[in-house]
Structures are given as structure tokens and as C-alpha cells.
């Protein structure tokens, strides 16, 4: 079975820092997803990494995927209060293209 | 971009009565629909992967009796829970897929059961 572990689970910080979300697994993943989630609401995409070592910009967000396309990174700068959410992983494993998740990271940045 | 849309969003009932939630994609004909459940302060873990006209296929735990799906359509499933019980209480949220090259799976906004 492939898993998806993150860390940290939570994240509290002040407006302004920088702060690094880590999904960690010991299987290959074709590509990983990651993926954010406010209360009451369906998790939105924020980008897809497929090759190995792949880093992609999404404003003050940096994604990194693995050389071994077993990990990846998220990196926030300048953290914002509009950045709080939950923060997900996930991979896509099996037939019909599942997709696994993380446990998912919950962050709040504090004004 | 793809819009999945999920109904009701919440609801409230009682325990033994069971409860239909819709998932629909409303811009593009998905082939594939997954069901998600999501307890408080946790992940999604995916109950079921359904594709149009077929049966769905389950996950290991979760009982194909209770958790009934149907995806008669592209652009509709249906997860009914029957004889629900307040341990069935949780966010359902679906995806879709079917559009994108990727299959990228586009989520639904999820639907609160509360069940009393």
C-alpha cells in the first residue's frame, strides 16, 4: 500500500515568515498533487509535479518534486493570514487513477 | 474550469433513516467519479471509485451495502447511506474525472451528514 506521510501536522506562525510543508513516501509516484482545503469546502489544486527534481512557482508558493519522485516540498514565502488552510498531498496510485492523500498539513498564519 | 457541484451541502437526519447525496459535473462528461469521506481535523480517504455503468468498486473497509453508488450518467453519481448512524457522520466530498489529458480529478464542495 502506498503511503503519504506530512509534516508538520500543524503550523502556526506569524504573518511575514517563510515555512516549508514536507510529503514523504517509500514508493515511486508517477507525480504528486498538492492540494488546498478551507473549512467546509472541496480541496482546490495547486499544482501537479511530474518529473523527477521539478520545481514549480506558484507566486510566493515553490513546489519541489523528488529527484526520486518519492518526496516533495512546499515552500511558502511571506507567509499570509489569506494562506491558512489545510494543505494536501496527494499521489495517484492503482487502477482508475486513484489518488492517495497525506494527512494533510493545517496552517495559520497569524496577522 | 471544470465544476463539480454537490447537493445537499449539508444535512441533518436521523439515525436509521438513510441519506442521498448528489455529485454532478456540469461543464464536461465525467467517466470516472470517486467518493471521499473526510472526519474532523483529517485527510480524505477514499471510499469508492465509480465509472458510468458499471459497478462500483469499494475500498477495503467500507461496506458496499451501506454505502450505495450509483452513476447511471456522466455528468451524475449518487452515494446513498443507508440506515445511517451517527458514526457516519462526516464530510463526503466527490471528484470527477474525465476531462483533462492528466485525468485530473476535479472536487466537489463536499456535503456535511449529521446524523442525530
Known amino acids: 500500500t502506498q503511503l503519504l506521510e506530512q509534516s508538520p501536522q500543524f503550523l502556526s506562525i506569524q504573518e511575514g515568515e517563510n515555512l516549508t510543508v514536507y510529503c514523504n513516501s517509500s514508493?515511486?509516484?508517477?507525480?504528486l498533487q498538492w492540494y488546498r482545503q478551507e473549512p467546509g469546502e472541496g480541496p482546490v489544486l495547486l499544482v501537479t509535479v511530474v518529473t523527477g527534481g521539478e520545481v514549480k512557482k506558484l507566486k510566493r508558493l515553490t513546489f519541489q518534486f523528488g529527484d526520486a519522485r518519492k518526496d516533495s516540498s512546499l515552500h511558502i514565502t511571506a507567509a499570509q493570514p489569506g494562506d491558512t488552510g489545510l494543505y494536501l498531498c496527494?499521489?495517484?496510485?492503482?487502477?482508475?487513477?486513484?489518488?492517495?492523500f497525506g494527512a494533510g498539513t493545517r496552517l495559520a498564519v497569524h496577522p | 474550469g471544470a465544476v463539480v457541484s454537490q447537493h445537499p451541502s449539508w444535512v441533518i437526519c436521523k439515525s436509521g433513516t438513510s441519506v442521498k447525496i448528489e455529485c454532478r459535473s456540469l461543464?464536461?462528461?465525467?467517466?470516472?467519479m470517486f467518493w471521499y469521506r473526510q472526519f474532523p481535523k483529517q485527510s480524505l480517504m477514499l471510499m469508492a471509485t465509480?465509472?458510468?455503468?458499471?459497478?462500483?468498486?469499494?475500498e477495503q473497509g467500507v461496506e458496499k451495502d451501506k454505502f450505495l453508488i450509483n452513476h447511471a450518467s456522466l455528468t451524475l453519481s449518487t452515494l446513498t447511506v443507508t440506515s445511517a448512524h451517527p458514526e457516519d457522520s462526516s464530510f463526503y466530498i466527490c471528484?470527477?474525472?474525465?476531462?483533462?489529458?492528466?485525468?485530473?480529478?476535479?472536487f466537489g464542495p463536499g456535503t456535511r451528514l449529521t446524523v442525530l
Open positions: 514508493s515511486v509516484f508517477s507525480s
Open positions: 496527494a499521489g495517484f496510485s492503482g487502477g482508475y487513477n486513484k489518488l492517495i
Open positions: 471528484s470527477a474525472s474525465g476531462l483533462a489529458e492528466n485525468n485530473e480529478q476535479f
Open positions: 461543464d464536461f462528461q465525467a467517466t470516472t
Open positions: 465509480s465509472n458510468e455503468g458499471s459497478k462500483a468498486t469499494y
